[in-house]
């Protein structure tokens, strides 16, 4: 079990040197180890929609790693199936920092992977993040459409290659990524819990809560980000597998807590709205990757919930039958259907709003 050191505030900057500066990181890093920084960079967003890691806190970082001597630095991920990495990369600032502090950034998506057992099954993971001689972990706090809640443990998914990441949601997430935890662990976890949107892994609604927090541990990490989001660890099942297949401890202790200093220049935490569950209520998932899930989500948004079809999505409607609206290439077996993978939200829109047929069939 690890210490948890807090710090509260809005400058991801300043608050990222703090925490490193706190945990005395650069003692824990072996020498000559090449440090890898692995942001969360689902979407082509900048970090203030709720849905990406603060380009300060990769900043934040650098300079401190930098400060202390560290001169082998590299950043790596890789965004969701249905965006491009270096869309995301210009859009979240991080090519800026990369060219600014001579630190190079890695498509995860044109990384080599190799095969590694897990507790789950075999699991194909991208080389550099296995091979980082001290990973840093750099998560949103945030909601998710599928899993209800993504930090420390979720954030990992990004060093697969696509074709894993697809095997993931036709396996439901949670095995696979508390599986993933056993054999990819980073070495530090810095979460950005500034303002992320705690409903939607895509952003669009950001909640300021003004908050960052530092640790060893990734199942206490998360563990802890369920307690300030209101959830229990019930509602995110892969944590406690995760700490079943030796990931770590969902154990939480106040004297395990250090706060950098006074809680009141954060905010609250509003307990996530549901708004997605409402609105995909009724809703045939099957397996749906995370970018079709959520262009269906935004899609109902725009239209308020009201579709008055049925609605099939996901990998295990393949070569099936169904009569209604079909979302992406693998319901193409639905009386009516949105082609793409994924597909846009503005088409899916445009077939929720036709109830006569879909032109995209």
Same mark, same amino acid.
Not at 295 to 305: D, E, P, Q, S
């Given at each position: +079990? *690890?210490?948890?050191?807090?710090?509260?505030?809005?400058?991801?900057?300043?608050?990222?040197?703090?925490?490193?500066?706190?945990?005395?990181?650069?003692?824990?890093?072996?020498?000559?180890?090449?440090?890898?920084?692995?942001?969360?960079?689902?979407?082509?967003?900048?970090?203030?929609?709720?849905?990406?890691?603060?380009?300060?806190?990769?900043?934040?970082?650098?300079?401190?790693?930098?400060?202390?001597?560290?001169?082998?630095?590299?950043?790596?991920?890789?965004?969701?199936?249905?965006?491009?990495?270096?869309?995301?990369?210009?859009?979240?600032?991080?090519?800026?920092?990369?060219?600014?502090?001579?630190?190079?950034?890695?498509?995860?998506?044109?990384?080599?992977?190799?095969?590694?057992?897990?507790?789950?099954?075999?699991?194909?993971?991208?080389?550099?993040?296995?091979? &980082?001689?001290?990973?840093?972990?750099?998560?949103?706090?945030?909601?998710?459409?599928?899993?209800? +809640?993504?930090?420390?443990?979720?954030?990992?998914?990004?060093?697969?290659?696509?074709?894993?990441?697809?095997?993931?949601?036709?396996?439901?997430?949670?095995?696979?990524?508390?599986?993933?935890?056993?054999?990819?662990?980073?070495?530090?976890?810095?979460?950005?819990?500034?303002?992320?949107?705690?409903?939607?892994?895509? *952003?669009?609604?950001?909640?300021?809560?003004?908050?960052?927090?530092?640790?060893?541990?990734?199942?206490?990490?998360?563990?802890?980000?369920?307690?300030? +989001?209101?959830?229990?660890?019930?509602?995110?099942?892969?944590?406690?597998?995760?700490?079943?297949?030796?990931?770590?401890? &969902?154990?939480?202790?106040?004297?395990? +807590?250090?706060?950098?200093?006074?809680?009141?220049?954060?905010?609250?935490?509003?307990?996530?709205?549901?708004?997605?569950?409402?609105?995909?209520?009724?809703?045939?998932?099957?397996?749906?990757?995370?970018?079709?899930?959520?262009?269906?989500?935004?899609?109902?948004?725009?239209?308020?919930?009201?579709?008055?079809?049925?609605? &099939?999505?996901?990998?295990?409607?393949?070569?099936?039958?169904?009569?209604?609206?079909?979302?992406?290439?693998?319901?193409?077996?639905?009386?009516?259907?949105?082609?793409?993978?994924?597909?846009?939200?503005?088409?899916?829109?445009?077939?929720?709003?036709?109830?006569?047929?879909?032109?995209?069939?």
């Amino acid at each position: +079990m *690890g210490k948890i050191y807090e710090i509260f505030g809005s400058d991801a900057f300043s608050m990222t040197k703090a925490l490193m500066e706190a945990a005395e990181v650069v003692k824990k890093i072996p020498s000559g180890a090449e440090v890898a920084l692995k942001p969360n960079l689902v979407v082509a967003k900048p970090a203030e929609s709720g849905a990406t890691t603060h380009a300060g806190v990769l900043s934040g970082a650098i300079e401190y790693l930098k400060d202390h001597g560290i001169r082998k630095i590299s950043i790596i991920e890789g965004s969701w199936v249905g965006d491009r990495t270096d869309r995301a990369c210009r859009a979240a600032g991080y090519e800026e920092i990369s060219r600014k502090y001579g630190v190079p950034f890695y498509d995860l998506k044109r990384d080599q992977a190799r095969t590694v057992d897990t507790p789950f099954r075999p699991m194909e993971i991208c080389n550099r993040a296995l091979d &980082a001689g001290y990973l840093i972990n750099l998560p949103v706090l945030k909601g998710h459409c599928q899993t209800v +809640m993504t930090c420390a443990l979720k954030n990992c998914k990004g060093c697969l290659p696509d074709r894993e990441k697809r095997r993931f949601h036709a396996e439901g997430l949670m095995k696979p990524i508390a599986a993933l935890a056993s054999v990819l662990r980073p070495s530090l976890t810095i979460v950005d819990s500034i303002c992320g949107d705690l409903d939607f892994e895509e *952003g669009g609604n950001p909640v300021f809560t003004g908050r960052m927090y530092l640790g060893e541990d990734p199942v206490q990490m998360d563990a802890y980000g369920c307690r300030l +989001m209101g959830l229990s660890l019930s509602d995110v099942p892969y944590i406690k597998l995760a700490e079943q297949w030796g990931a770590g401890t &969902a154990e939480l202790r106040e004297e395990d +807590m250090i706060r950098l200093n006074d809680p009141t220049q954060g905010g609250g935490y509003p307990k996530p709205s549901g708004k997605v569950a409402q609105l995909t209520a009724g809703v045939r998932q099957d397996s749906a990757c995370s970018a079709c899930y959520a262009a269906l989500v935004r899609a109902l948004y725009a239209c308020g919930g009201d579709h008055g079809i049925p609605i &099939a999505i996901g990998q295990g409607w393949r070569g099936k039958k169904f009569e209604g609206l079909g979302i992406g290439r693998c319901c193409d077996g639905a009386s009516k259907l949105v082609k793409g993978c994924p597909p846009t939200a503005d088409a899916i829109s445009a077939a929720l709003t036709d109830r006569d047929g879909i032109h995209n069939r």
